[in-house]
């Protein structure tokens, strides 16, 4: 980590030795942050994927005409046998007496990993203010931007300002990339065939809120 604390990489508010636990702080910080998504984001997803394993959740339910539906746990539906109405709670609907069959079917991915990667959203604010605040220690108090605009590199105080907190920000996005696709994966394996929705959804903006 010995190049990430050298001075080049850092605006003014971080830079010398007085200001050496401040990048360390700073770097330990994003690694806690990049943490704590990948685990919280696991535990969250494995928890709602059991728990769902364990109790009833939905169900396909395929009447004699071929109308299919999904009903949820306690609904009552009405089905008829030999010109006589019952009234069934699912999934106690007899077959064998109705035609109607009742298939159960796991939560939607979508409902598995909502909010799953809440901490990007964390970070993402935290590099925001980052940048900001390094644009700022340019101007305040240093007046390092009179000095800065005298290099020969024009991209010099841009790459001082965003370079790590963009870069955290990008392999955080990759993070949770792997999550996903790793989530996706367990869903599938875990999931018994004829549990599957028949579509899945993937809702991106759920996961992050």
Known sequence: ??????????????MGQVNAKL??????????????????????FLSRLNK??????AYIVTFPDGER??????????VWVEDVRYTYEIPDVPFEKTGVRVERIMADFGALTKGAFLFLMVLFFWMVTEVLLNYRSFQHPSKAVYLI????????????C???PVTALLIGVLFCIGLGVLFYTIYLKMTPPDRIPEQIEIAIWRMLV
């Open 162 to 164: 965003l370079l790590i």
């Open 23 to 44: 990048r360390r702080a700073f770097l330990c910080g994003i690694a806690g942050c990049l943490i704590v998504l990948a685990l919280y984001s696991l535990l969250l």
């Open 69 to 78: 539906m999904t009903l949820y746990e306690h609904t009552l539906i009405n």
């Open 52 to 57: 769902d394993r364990e109790n009833d959740h």
């Open 1 to 14: 980590m010995k190049h990430l604390t050298a001075d080049k990489w850092y605006a003014p508010r971080l």
């Open 149 to 160: 605009k005298r290099v020969s590199d024009r991209w010099e105080m841009h790459r001082r």
